[in-house]
């Protein structure tokens, strides 16, 4: 079975840093656009960064300049490096890759940034 696992999630200070990972389980992993969304207690999900396969990027205004968008092909993994965490970052973050009209979700994984 196909699987797309977050991991990388924990508890850090303001001003901290983590960084998500996301490993697909598949195959063609390189032809998938990948995103990364996050959903906090109460609120909807919403789209934090994506990646194409050509690795063009895209960032909602809330992230842009603290948080990087990768992947590295070879490994069938991509990553969310998060830097200068606020407390408004606090959330649940999930991955998904898609093409076409085949997605994937993780399992998502907790972030919480609190002192």
């Known amino acids: 079975q196909v699987q797309l696992v977050e991991s990388g999630g924990g508890l850090v200070q303001p001003g901290g840093s983590l960084r998500l990972s996301c490993a697909f389980s598949?195959?063609?992993?390189?032809?998938?656009?990948m995103a990364w969304y996050r959903q906090a207690p109460g609120k909807q999900r919403e789209l934090v960064a994506t990646i194409t396969g050509g690795s063009s990027t895209y960032y909602s205004d809330s992230v842009k300049g603290r948080f990087t968008i990768s992947r590295d092909n070879t490994k069938n993994t991509g990553y969310l490096q998060m830097n200068n965490l606020k407390p408004e970052d606090t959330a649940v973050y999930y991955c998904k890759i898609s093409i076409a009209t085949r997605e994937y979700w993780g399992q998502g994984t907790q972030v919480t940034v609190s002192s």
């Open positions: 598949g195959s063609l992993f390189s032809l998938y656009a």
